[in-house]
């Protein structure tokens, strides 16, 4: 199922497990996924954006060019697999301690905000509603404890609990993204919509 996100043989064999059990009793769903290059004026500025569209899923959203796909690092995948998420696009901005990423995920436990709180909440607080266009997204951003936090929007798929999250760069002393990476957030939840989709079981 994941070996394709990982050139270390070793982490792949170590995920294996976990992803099997995790895999039992959820419908094997194929991503018919689409990355393509599409002149458009983004973030201000005239440039090629990236967009990433799921046909399985039925939604596309774009991200800015400095963002590559790149291998799941392990620590996500097996963070991925021990919750039950199905990673659907993983890319980032360099290469460095702090490059920033963004990570699309799925979980396909009812969405609720109940089921939100449980699985995101940083200190048992309701998500904040965050209306972008005609679409609602559900956001949890900066925690306690000294740790630095990605901004997480959650999303009401079908039912299913669509995850974007945007981890870092972080600033010094500060343990939540930059307000230039706050700024893109933005405009790459306004690039989001539906589109038609390959039905589900």
């Given amino acids: 199922m994941a070996s394709e996100f990982f050139n270390s043989y070793a982490c792949y064999q170590q995920l294996l497990t ?8 959820m419908n094997k769903a194929v991503a018919v996924v689409a990355l393509i290059l ?16 799921d046909s399985n899923f039925g939604f596309e959203l774009s991200y800015p060019p400095t963002y590559e796909v790149t291998d799941l690092p392990c620590a996500v995948a097996q963070w991925a697999a021990s919750h039950g998420y199905q990673s659907l696009l993983y890319v980032r901005q360099g290469h460095s ?8 995920t799925v979980d396909r436990r009812q969405f ?29 951003g900066r925690g306690g404890g000294g740790v630095s936090y990605p901004d997480e929007y959650f999303y009401n798929l079908d039912g299913n609990i669509l995850g974007i999250s945007f981890d870092g760069p972080y600033p010094p002393h500060d343990n939540s993204p930059t307000a230039q990476t706050k700024a893109m957030e933005r405009r790459v939840l306004e690039s989001f919509r539906r589109i038609e989709g390959t039905p589900k079981n």
């Avoid at 976990?18 to 009793?25: A, F, H, I, P, T």
């Avoid at 109940?114 to 559900?138: C, I, W």
């Fill in 112 to 140: 609720s905000v109940d089921n939100l709180m449980q699985l995101h909440s940083r200190a048992d607080e309701q998500p904040t509603m965050v209306k972008v266009g005609k679409n609602v997204f559900y956001y949890y």
């Fill in 97 to 104: 301690q702090n490059a920033g990423s963004i990570h699309v």
């Fill in 38 to 53: 599409f002149g458009i004026a983004a973030f201000g500025q005239s440039q090629t954006l990236q967009r990433f569209a």
């Fill in 18 to 25: 976990s992803v099997q059990r995790n895999m039992l009793g």
